[in-house]
């Protein structure tokens, strides 16, 4: 499988750039070290996926709070202004539809005639979400499109009209697990292959708070991100057909906010020198004590950053909506 030679590939290169930002914050000069990684996806298998809906409900992982604030309080005015009657919204990453049931009701409550097309990389979550909705809103059509991103986008290119007006929605701040670049040439593939001028995209994004919330919600108080991030250990042994390549007890959770580069880094620690290997294909690889392996980026946007994104995307900024406490925003863009 390729998400096995990815995690090969990844492992036994030394190609994430690493100057510890906890020396930086300190005063200190930090040494610059290459280090090893695995594919952020591995996060999200279904145990993954099921730890991380429960992550969204604790207070210290503030975003999804803040993202519902803002459809509670905007939502109707959201589609009252921006959604055209005949529309098409098709969510990247729907996962538990949580926030997106404020759109639908005030698209129900509106008489407007929409099409909800949702995109998810977990078939049984999408049913299972899915099925709720279409009893609770039976004037919306809902139609569930299973696998990544980029199947979904080409198939809802060639698959709707390109007179139908499309609105994106992408939303929790899963823009965050991709780089800055990365981000903008996601969204400029869109722009170009799957929009016309005039259709609108959606985005939660998070900012640029304060180190101390930062760390928390990347670190919370119940333990949850700790486990959600070392289940990828488990989900390697998994695709791997159980081997084992890691063994848990040899691994502890790093979580650092990088200041400086406006993201939250987290990382596998190796607690023992010790080899990692494994079968077809075939690695061997000598881990330290003490050396970091990355698994995840979620970066943080300032005001400026925002700008920057949607220049590089050939994007509009038509309207931004913020929580109570000033800490998350939703954006609208359009082409
Ligand atoms: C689902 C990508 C938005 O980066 O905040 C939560 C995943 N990682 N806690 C994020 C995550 C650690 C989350 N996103």
């Not at 020396?23 to 993954?48: F, H, I, N, Q, W």
Request: aromatic share 12%.
């Amino acid at each position: 499988r390729s998400l096995r030679a990815a995690v090969a590939d990844a492992l036994q290169a030394r190609s994430v750039p690493f100057m510890d930002p906890r020396v930086v914050r300190a005063g200190g000069t930090p040494d610059k070290t290459l280090l090893r990684s695995v594919p952020t996806m591995l996060l999200y298998d279904d145990r993954g996926l099921d730890i991380f809906d429960r992550i969204t409900y604790i207070d210290d992982y503030y975003l999804t709070a803040a993202e519902i604030d803002i459809f509670r309080r905007y939502a109707q005015a959201l589609v009252r202004d921006h959604v055209a009657d005949g529309a098409v919204l098709v969510e990247l990453g729907c996962g538990a539809m949580r926030k997106t049931k404020f759109v639908l009701e005030a698209i129900a409550e509106s008489g407007k005639v929409v099409t909800y097309y949702a995109v998810d990389l977990s078939e049984s979550s999408l049913r299972a979400s899915l099925l709720p909705l279409t009893k609770m809103f039976p004037s919306i059509r809902f139609v569930g499109l299973w696998g990544t991103y980029d199947d979904s986008v080409a198939w809802i290119r060639r698959s709707v009209p390109a007179d139908t007006p499309k609105m994106y929605l992408w939303l929790g701040s899963s823009i965050g697990n991709l780089t800055r670049e990365e981000a903008a040439s996601f969204l400029r593939g869109i722009v170009d292959g799957a929009m016309e001028p005039g259709d609108l995209f959606l985005c939660g994004i998070d900012r640029r708070n304060s180190f101390e919330a930062l760390s928390l919600a990347y670190n919370d108080s119940h333990g949850l991100t700790r486990e959600f991030i070392l289940n990828g250990l488990d989900h390697v042994n998994a695709v791997f057909d159980n081997q084992p390549v890691f063994d848990r007890a040899d691994f502890e959770y790093v979580s650092i906010y990088n200041e400086v580069d406006g993201r939250h880094e987290a990382y596998y620690r190796a607690l023992r020198a010790h080899t990692v290997s494994a079968r077809d294909p075939d690695f061997s690889v000598d881990l330290a004590e003490g050396e970091l392996i990355n698994v995840e980026y979620s970066y943080k946007y300032s005001a400026q950053e925002v700008a920057t994104l949607l220049d590089a995307a050939r994007l509009h900024h038509v309207g931004k909506w913020t929580d109570a406490k000033g800490m998350y925003d939703l954006h609208l863009f359009q082409k």
